[in-house]
Nanobody, 131 residues
Framework: QEQLVESGGGLVQSGGSLRLSCAAPGRSWDVFATAWFRQAPGKEREGIASIRGQRSGGQYRTYYHNSVRGRFAISRDPAKNVVYLQMNDLRPEDTAVYYC????????????????????WGQGTQVTISS
């Protein structure tokens, strides 16, 4: 399993922005999909954004949870072997530990934000939004 390393978390005020990074040092990023999940205290881990590993029609297909669509953007830089999560208009309810994960194999349609479809995980990075 490849080792994933998240970075970029921190404390920001409501309405602010952060960019999280997920890297796989020293390894190729030959996976079906990469996703960001988050887990707030007392809540289940939820998938918030996913990006396919291969282009389709010239673009990487992306998927978002309704709670972050329009505010967050997932992207990847194959040259740097990094996947990003740009988070804008942050809210106190976005406070959580954020994890990146990869899926080596394909998954059923609609399963892009299901943690059961991902097999490699990072250690997480804390994101705290103050009101």
């Amino acid at each position: 399993q490849e080792q994933l390393v998240e970075s970029g978390g921190g404390l920001v005020q409501s309405g602010g922005s952060l960019r999280l990074s997920c890297a796989a040092p020293g390894r190729s990023w030959d996976v079906f999909a990469t996703a960001w999940f988050r887990q707030a205290p007392g809540k289940e881990r939820e998938g918030i954004a996913s990006i396919r590993g291969q282009r389709s029609g010239g673009q990487y297909r992306t998927y978002y949870h309704n709670s972050v669509r329009g505010r967050f953007a997932i992207s990847r830089d194959p040259a740097k072997n990094v996947v990003y999560l740009q988070m804008n208009d942050l809210r106190p309810e976005d406070t959580a530990v954020y994890y990146c994960a990869t899926a080596a194999r394909s998954m059923p349609d609609g399963g892009e934000l299901d943690f059961a479809n991902y097999d490699s995980w990072g250690q997480g990075t804390q994101v705290t939004i103050s009101s």
